[in-house]
């Protein structure tokens, strides 16, 4: 396999490797393996998220689940036109439409990611233009190295703004879902 390629969802789906990939604009993204410390803040994450999201109509998932996301001037619904597939840590999907038996067509609600060590950039910068460009309306990472937090908001014009940087301290609460809340304090304990 060539690297360098490019490289659609329909590819994707005849590979069989024992590392995990995602595809962004094409192009081939490995994963890290995961820490035990990254899996307890995950877990924490999705039971909090769940709890609350049982009083809504939304769904929580955690990977493995992926996220096709399409270029919208080309069809949503021939595999070899899509050309990047993500599994964010945790998504929020409210648009029941957008699921299907391979995950999410489309653009969740929520994408969360935790910070590996080697992942940053993906994460800080090339996840976070990819998510404001396909309208994740918020967009959180969390980094357990520094205990600490980003919240990325969707605005008006479709761009994201930093709200805030949240530390161990405090309790970063979802600009879109009224009473979302997730207690730092808590989840850097792991």
């Given amino acids: 396999m060539d690297l360098n390629g490019t490289y659609s969802y329909a590819d994707y789906l005849t590979w069989r490797f024992e590392q ?4 962004i604009k094409g192009k081939i993204l490995p994963m890290a393996a995961l820490s035990r ?23 929580v998932y955690a990977a493995p ?4 996301l399409f270029d919208k001037n080309k069809s949503i619904k021939a595999n070899k036109d899509i050309f990047t597939v993500i599994q964010p840590d945790i998504c929020v999907v409210c648009d029941e439409s957008k699921l299907d038996d391979a995950g999410c067509l489309g653009s969740p609600d929520v994408i969360i990611e ?20 396909n309208g994740v309306r918020e967009y959180w990472i969390f980094d357990p190295e520094h205990e600490s937090a980003l919240k990325f908001v969707l605005s008006e014009n479709n761009l994201y703004e930093t709200t805030k940087i949240y530390s161990n301290e405090d309790i970063l609460d979802s600009s879109i879902f009224e009473g979302l809340q997730i207690n730092l304090e808590k989840l850097f304990v792991y």
């Fill in 20 to 23: 995990t990939l995602e595809i």
């Fill in 37 to 59: 410390r990254h899996q307890k803040i995950s877990s924490f994450l999705h039971g909090n998220l769940y709890i609350f999201f049982e009083k809504h109509l939304c769904d």
């Fill in 65 to 68: 689940f992926d996220v096709r």
């Fill in 114 to 133: 935790i910070l590996l060590l080697g992942n940053s950039k993906k994460e800080m910068k090339i996840k976070k233009d990819l998510y404001e460009e």
